[in-house]
């Protein structure tokens, strides 16, 4: 473990193979670390990686400290929609800076090319997030290297700066060449498929964060997971299929509302709230999860009622309901949370704006 040179942040795109291949041109030996949470990362794909690019890879579970970053609010804001790039990148390189000591690495790499991510890789945030994650001494960023002020690494002949290189801006021309010299054919998208970045995940990540007291790693897995449905500050997630119900068995806690229709085939749904439901919010959520039960729904239809366990703290009761789709639990939409998230920008200078996605 304590043999490494180098550890690198290595998201699975491009630029972060390029920039570990390329220390590891110099003879380094380096250790990628990839990042995951409920947000971005694919840890099911490290071994794949390993073998396609030549890589040492471990993974990084950073949900905690992300889910942290999210209450407290990201002090550099968030992005085009719930993405909060230049934190999380403070997040990521301040746990790797934690990590260097277990590898025995002097640095850490990261492939951030200058001018290429409107949020997090203009000048003014490279330097916040190296000044912010305090490793100033020790981050190398050998793609860009060349445009930046030359690091202890280079000026001590540790790493050889003539060997780094001065990618700039959005084109991708430099690093599929790059890729072409180190015989890389198998090229990752653009974009690191961060949930936060997309607005179908902003819908149903941004109530968990807004209208429950605490929310934890479980609260987005769940609201990652099925239906989504808010009235208030109750919610109800409904499972689609086998699969769903499953991940619900899993993330299911003592406190949480269990539905689930009796005689009837149907989904499992989970209510959860910071409050105690009450009798009304659990009518009104047993009616909804009933409505995807197309038998229950015909019943209803014959006018007979149905029934639907409820389960909760070790405690069961059957609430019989008409089923309904027509609720006042409803779907969040993008434009609620846009329009919320939005209100807690700052004024920006027009240099400041952010308005693009920030793909890792
Ligand atoms: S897009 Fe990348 S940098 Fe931005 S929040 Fe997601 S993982 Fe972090």
Redesign the pocket.
Known sequence: MKNYDGIALF?GGLDSILAARLVMEQGKAIKCLHFFSP??GHPGRVAHWCKEYGLDIDTVDVSAEFVELLKRGPAHGY?SAM???VD??IV?MTRARELMDKYGAKFIVSGEVLGQRPM?QRRDTLNAIRRDAGVRDVLLRPLCAKLLDPTPMEESGLVDREKLLGFNGRGRKDQLALAEHFGITEIPTPG?G?K??EKENTRRFWPVLSRLDVPTVNDFRLADTGRQFWMGDFWLAVGRHKYDNEIYADLQQSSDLHFKLVGFPGPIAIGRSSRAWDAEAVQKAAALVASYSPKAVKAGEEGTLVGVRVTQNGQQHIVHITPRRESDFAEPTWEAARDELYALRKPAKKSDEQTD????
């Not at 996605?357 to 890792?360: C, K, T």
């Open positions: 998201s947000f971005f992005g993405n909060p790039c999380c990148k990521m997090s690191g961060c936060l970045t996605s920030d793909q890792a």
